[in-house]
């Protein structure tokens, strides 16, 4: 399970932790700073939980506004879905909704792989056409590496490479 963190801006008040967005409901609105007024505003940190779920809390900059579908999203998506939104709001500029479907994103993403391996599987798939068996091993598959850097780019969510094109 996802745990966060509510932090008061009001320095005289102490936050508290929550896993549901009904808990923060009741947590919140029984929080009194030392003075008895109402704590309304929160910093909402991620403190545990899955690594896909952190890089994601970090890509669509976990808030009070968007916590309730921050949880409904780790709870609903599979890994892939959340690496699509991780990918298209923290590094393509797309905006995390509501109601948002990772699958609107028009984004491509490899796994597990580095530009020269790309580079080696474009070749194989004949996207520069269809190479001779016998020049094959003349390719330079690292120029062709760079080349690809000026559309992809690379990242590393929960501990893996991941290659990706904005579109």
Do not use: H
């Amino acid at each position: 399970m996802t745990q966060l963190y509510a932090q008061p801006y009001d320095l005289s008040a102490t936050g508290f932790y929550f896993e549901t967005s009904q808990e923060y409901s009741i947590k919140s609105a029984a929080l009194r700073n030392d003075y008895g007024e109402l704590v309304e505003e929160f910093e909402i940190q991620f403190v545990d939980g899955d690594e896909t779920d952190c890089d994601l809390a970090n890509a669509i900059g976990l808030n009070q506004a968007n916590f309730a579908q921050f949880l409904s999203a780790v709870d609903d998506w599979g890994d892939g879905e959340k690496r699509a939104v991780i990918i298209a709001v923290g590094e393509c500029g797309y905006t995390f909704e509501l109601d948002l479907d990772p699958a609107q994103f028009e984004v491509d993403i490899y796994e597990n792989t580095t530009m020269r391996d790309l580079a080696e599987q474009f070749v194989e798939e004949g996207l520069f056409g269809e190479v001779p068996e016998a020049f094959q091993n003349y390719i330079d598959y690292d120029a062709i590496a760079r080349d690809l850097a000026v559309e992809y780019s690379e990242i590393v969510i929960a501990g893996e490479n991941y290659i990706y094109a904005c579109r």
